[in-house]
């Protein structure tokens, strides 16, 4: 599939976006290159291929889930301009 410039300047008219021809000529034939991969990754032969999450056969590793902080939230909220309830207490700014 190959897209010409007179597309690209549509989107870019439908997105808003301010282009000239020399961008316009650049995206045309990027976008043209990226389709023509993704049209020979279409061809590839996949039968048999299991899905995967992840092409390498990796773990995260991941940190414990344990408390490493302790609870100063009366600290905090002593010096907060507003407090009611144990929450912070905000200008409305949403009318």
Avoid: K, W
């Amino acid at each position: 599939m190959s897209v010409d410039t007179s597309e690209v300047r549509r989107i870019a008219h439908l997105s808003r976006l301010a282009m000239n021809d020399d961008q316009a000529r650049d995206f045309a034939g990027g976008l043209s290159d990226i389709f023509a991969f993704v049209e020979q990754l279409d061809g590839a032969a996949i039968d048999g291929v299991e899905p995967m999450a992840h092409p390498l056969d990796a773990e995260q590793r991941l940190r414990p889930d344990a408390v490493t902080e302790s609870d100063r939230r009366e600290t905090f909220q002593a010096i907060a301009p507003a407090v009611e309830g144990g929450l912070y207490l905000v200008p409305r700014v949403i009318e």
